[in-house]
């Protein structure tokens, strides 16, 4: 219950209790002098001493039952009305903190507000989130369609007299009495279109966040200055929980926002590695076709001779050859340009590994780099998303073909330590090596040391390795080359859970749990 309404009770009630004590102890004298008058000389009764006595005596025994009397005659006629509803409210108001999301909340403050006191319109207006203006979120007594209609400027005359006025509830007939003619007019505009015979501003912190409006279906007298203090309580509370609904909107907008960006950055360092591959596939590709069309162009010269018979089974055998090889050029290609939010399955990591050198074969032959890889022994199957380790392989791979350039090895192997259960992983390479001091930065998301790179290959493959509990570090030396291990326990490997749609970064988290502190 509000503190205002408290305080006013609280005096009323012992203002009527001094008056009853008063009228009892009065009334017990008169009477009680009448009766002793015949026992008692006349000077003894008129003594005040003995006047006061009395009265004190009646007041101390009447007084638990009067103030009885004055609290059920509170409780079950003179506030009982107001006093539920305000109570209502703030049990509302402290329900209200343990809601962070906008649309439940100003529901759930329209509605209730509208059928505690019995109104005839309630709106809840804010900032819009893509306009420059403020709109009904939610209300109580109005169409769907009209709520969509109304929109309020922020140079509006309501809003500015709430910004001037502060936390005071604005009553419609009251303010347009304190302007002009022509302001008035625009004021009342603003009271129109919100159905508005009273604003409560909405203020956490000194921070204007929104208005409640609403209306009744019988006079502005039903309310008094009581109930408008009460109102601006309510509204302190409130203030608090729309903002913090507000932060949770605005983060979660935010974190999508991220998100979009994540997708966005893991998608280009696909398109930057099918550009670094694009040289040499056009290569392979253009060879077959080109056979393709020789032996096209040979069997039609010799379609008049006697021998062409004998020759078309051979060219055509040719042709489909050829037309598988550049067939399975594209199809490799494609594999590795899927979507990597398909489920895990048990995977042949040496089969994999073979798929990823054959799609860079093209490239690595035309930069003179010869690619070689070994398996220690038998592999145990291992459970996991192709896409996501063909990424991992052609990230390590890329990155040595990157750091030799031309003329070199690159060597990759996959072994099984039994002891451990730990499948490893290991590329090296005889490129430049990697200075000291950018050994601890190869991980880090957008660090590069080559133009026209992005530095997200290694940060991927990292994330990747990490969501299967595994680790990844490098050996390095300047002018000797560079070896990156991967190490996957074999143990996650039997947990067959759902891949999930996109890589999460580790810099782009959720953050709604922050919003509500």
Same mark, same amino acid.
């Given at each position: 219950?509000?503190?205002?309404?408290?305080?006013?009770?609280?005096?009323?009630?012992?203002?009527?209790?001094?008056?009853?004590?008063?009228?009892?102890?009065?009334?017990?004298?008169?009477?009680?002098?009448?009766?002793?008058?015949?026992?008692?000389?006349?000077?003894?009764?008129?003594?005040?001493?003995?006047?006061?006595?009395?009265?004190?005596?009646?007041?101390?025994?009447?007084?638990?039952?009067?103030?009885?009397?004055?609290?059920?005659?509170?409780?079950?006629?003179?506030?009982?009305?107001?006093?539920?509803?305000?109570?209502?409210?703030?049990?509302?108001?402290?329900?209200?903190?343990?809601?962070?999301?906008?649309?439940?909340?100003?529901?759930?403050?329209?509605?209730?507000?509208?059928?505690?006191?019995?109104?005839?319109?309630?709106?809840?207006?804010?900032?819009?989130?893509?306009?420059?203006?403020?709109?009904?979120?939610?209300?109580?007594?109005?169409?769907?369609?009209?709520?969509?209609?109304?929109? &309020?400027?922020?140079? =509006?005359?309501?809003?500015?007299? @709430?910004? +001037?006025? !502060?936390?005071?509830?604005?009553? *419609?007939?009251? /303010?347009?009495?304190?302007?002009?003619?022509?302001?008035?007019?625009?004021?009342?505009?603003?009271?129109?279109?919100?159905?508005?015979?009273?604003?409560?501003?909405?203020?956490?912190?000194?921070?204007?966040?929104?208005? &409640?409006?609403?209306? =009744?279906?019988?006079?502005?007298? @039903?309310? +008094?200055? !009581?109930?408008?203090?009460?109102? *601006?309580?309510? /509204?302190?509370?409130?203030?608090?929980?729309?903002?913090?609904?507000?932060?949770?909107?605005?983060?979660?907008?935010?974190?999508?926002?991220?998100?979009?960006?994540?997708?966005?950055?893991?998608?280009?360092?696909?398109?930057?590695?099918?550009?670094?591959?694009?040289?040499?596939?056009?290569?392979?590709?253009?060879?077959?076709?080109?056979?393709?069309?020789?032996?096209?162009?040979?069997?039609?010269?010799?379609?008049?001779?006697?021998?062409?018979?004998?020759?078309?089974?051979?060219?055509?055998?040719?042709?489909?050859?050829?037309?598988?090889?550049?067939?399975?050029?594209?199809?490799?290609?494609?594999?590795?340009?899927?979507?990597?939010?398909?489920?895990?399955?048990?995977?042949?990591?040496?089969?994999?590994?073979?798929?990823?050198?054959?799609?860079?074969?093209?490239?690595?032959?035309?930069?003179?780099?010869?690619?070689?890889?070994?398996?220690?022994?038998?592999?145990?199957?291992?459970?996991?998303?192709?896409?996501?380790?063909?990424?991992?392989?052609?990230?390590?791979?890329?990155?040595?073909?990157?750091?030799?350039?031309?003329?070199?090895?690159?060597?990759?192997?996959?072994?099984?330590?039994?002891?451990?259960?730990?499948?490893?992983?290991?590329?090296?390479?005889?490129?430049?090596?990697?200075?000291?001091?950018?050994?601890?930065?190869?991980?880090?998301?957008?660090?590069?040391?080559?133009?026209?790179?992005?530095?997200?290959?290694?940060?991927?493959?990292?994330?990747?390795?990490?969501?299967?509990?595994?680790?990844?570090?490098?050996?390095?030396?300047?002018?000797?080359?560079?070896?990156?291990?991967?190490?996957?326990?074999?143990?996650?490997?039997?947990?067959?859970?759902?891949?999930?749609?996109?890589?999460?970064?580790?810099?782009?988290?959720?953050?709604?749990?922050?919003?509500?502190?």
């Amino acid at each position: 219950m509000s503190l205002y309404v408290k305080k006013r009770k609280r005096v009323l009630k012992k203002v009527l209790i001094g008056f009853s004590l008063f009228f009892v102890g009065s009334t017990a004298y008169v009477l009680f002098s009448s009766l002793t008058s015949r026992f008692f000389p006349y000077p003894f009764m008129g003594n005040p001493v003995f006047a006061v006595l009395i009265t004190t005596l009646a007041a101390l025994l009447t007084y638990k039952p009067l103030d009885y009397l004055m609290t059920q005659l509170f409780k079950n006629y003179l506030f009982r009305k107001k006093s539920y509803s305000h109570m209502a409210l703030m049990d509302l108001a402290e329900e209200l903190a343990t809601i962070l999301d906008l649309t439940e909340l100003a529901n759930l403050v329209v509605n209730t507000f509208g059928e505690t006191l019995h109104l005839k319109t309630v709106a809840l207006v804010i900032p819009s989130r893509i306009r420059d203006d403020y709109e009904i979120i939610s209300a109580y007594g109005w169409n769907v369609s009209d709520c969509k209609r109304v929109r &309020l400027p922020k140079d =509006s005359p309501l809003l500015r007299m @709430i910004q +001037d006025g !502060g936390p005071h509830v604005l009553v *419609r007939d009251r /303010a347009l009495r304190t302007l002009d003619w022509q302001e008035a007019n625009r004021l009342a505009h603003d009271f129109d279109s919100l159905r508005a015979s009273w604003v409560i501003p909405f203020f956490a912190r000194e921070e204007f966040v929104g208005v &409640l409006t609403f209306s =009744s279906y019988i006079p502005e007298s @039903i309310f +008094d200055e !009581g109930d408008f203090h009460f109102f *601006r309580e309510f /509204a302190q509370e409130v203030a608090k929980c729309v903002r913090n609904a507000l932060s949770v909107q605005e983060l979660k907008l935010a974190n999508q926002e991220l998100q979009d960006v994540q997708s966005q950055l893991l998608q280009s360092i696909k398109i930057q590695a099918i550009e670094q591959l694009a040289t040499g596939i056009a290569h392979e590709i253009h060879n077959p076709l080109t056979i393709i069309s020789g032996k096209a162009q040979v069997l039609l010269l010799q379609k008049d001779r006697a021998s062409y018979d004998e020759r078309v089974e051979e060219v055509l055998k040719t042709i489909v050859k050829q037309t598988k090889r550049a067939a399975d050029i594209t199809k490799k290609l494609l594999m590795f340009s899927q979507s990597s939010g398909s489920p895990k399955e048990m995977l042949d990591l040496s089969q994999v590994l073979e798929d990823t050198i054959a799609l860079v074969s093209y490239q690595t032959s035309l930069e003179g780099i010869e690619v070689t890889r070994s398996v220690a022994g038998a592999l145990p199957p291992y459970y996991a998303n192709v896409h996501e380790f063909r990424e991992v392989f052609l990230n390590l791979i890329l990155n040595a073909v990157q750091s030799i350039g031309s003329k070199g090895k690159i060597h990759c192997e996959i072994r099984y330590r039994c002891q451990d259960e730990i499948l490893e992983i290991s590329v090296s390479d005889t490129g430049k090596g990697i200075d000291p001091q950018n050994r601890d930065k190869v991980f880090n998301p957008f660090f590069t040391t080559r133009t026209n790179a992005v530095g997200l290959g290694l940060f991927v493959t990292k994330q990747i390795v990490h969501r299967y509990a595994g680790s990844i570090r490098v050996e390095s030396r300047v002018g000797e080359g560079s070896l990156f291990i991967v190490q996957l326990p074999l143990m996650e490997s039997s947990k067959r859970v759902p891949a999930e749609k996109s890589l999460p970064l580790p810099f782009l988290k959720q953050v709604e749990s922050e919003a509500s502190s």
